[in-house]
């Protein structure tokens, strides 16, 4: 599975004075097991192009190809490609209807035309994945809390078996406890399914910990593409457009500066603990 971006441009109140470029000639790969993250100011294009990569956005110009085929083209499959291309919005809320959990869940895989048992097994286990426990299963998901409505939308999309599962601010609004949990979920189903992550977020904690490349969105355009500790380096350039890194990022050149010769790459808790007890030869 390969998800090509090809030199894709959309405009909002496209022929009038108030035309803005959303997106301005993006070009992008997303390959089969990759975990990325997608970072940028508000307005910088990030949800105007998740929305582009399973066709509920059309472009002005360039296109997007799923296995090699352009998901544009007239008579292209969308509604199959939904279910390979998986998009949970910021706001699960805009994703529930059903009167319970349980057929909540069951109603992506039903519409694949499953037989029951297949649906209802596929609902059960995208449930377990996220950590909903059976009581919650036939609770109206209005009646839930906010980190538990996020957990059934995710599942929603889980149920549909994605090849790409794109997840714009998962942890909103949740607890440090909470966040942790769920991201270490969707690690664990990212390594153990092979499934591909697009994780769209704000905090540059969680992307450091947990995905393998950044993508740095700014007035429409892709300005970094590459390792968590290669982008988080420009940690300069990032503040010019509105971004940050990692704290650590800037406790460790701190450091640097009081006189510590201190690798200035970690990006994370536990590489700046083992980059300083280097430093002091305890490593």
Do not use: W
């Amino acid at each position: 599975m390969k998800l090509i971006v090809d030199h894709l441009r959309y405009e909002y109140n496209k022929g009038t004075q108030l035309s803005v470029a959303a997106l301005d000639d993006v070009n992008l790969v997303l390959k089969a097991g990759e975990f990325i993250g997608l970072i940028g100011h508000t307005g910088s294009g990030k949800s105007t192009l998740v929305q582009h990569l399973n066709a509920l956005l059309t472009p002005d110009s360039g296109t997007v190809y799923f296995d090699g085929e352009d998901i544009f083209e007239k008579g292209y499959d969308k509604k199959s490609l939904r279910g390979k291309v998986g998009l949970v919005f910021q706001y699960p809320e805009h994703q529930l209807f059903e009167e319970n959990v349980f057929k909540e869940v069951c109603f992506g895989p039903h519409n694949l035309g499953l037989d029951r048992r297949t649906v209802e097994l596929r609902a059960y286990e995208a449930l377990k994945q996220v950590g909903m426990e059976d009581e919650y299963f036939y609770q109206s998901p209005f009646d839930l809390s906010g980190g538990q409505k996020r957990r059934v939308a995710i599942a929603s999309v889980l149920a549909m078996k994605p090849e790409i599962l794109i997840l714009d601010e998962p942890t909103a609004g949740l607890d440090p406890k909470g966040r942790t949990e769920l991201l270490d979920r969707i690690k664990t189903l990212q390594k153990e399914a092979g499934i591909t992550v697009l994780l769209v977020s704000h905090s540059m904690e969680d992307v450091a910990e947990y995905v393998d490349r950044i993508i740095v969105m700014d007035h429409g355009k892709v300005q970094y593409d590459d390792t968590p500790r290669e982008v988080f380096s420009h940690y300069q350039e990032l503040e010019q457009m509105g971004l940050s890194a990692p704290q650590v990022t800037y406790i460790l050149s701190d450091l640097n500066e009081k006189g510590l010769v201190l690798d200035q790459t970690a990006t994370t808790i536990n590489e700046a603990k083992d980059t300083i007890l280097k430093c002091f030869g305890m490593r």
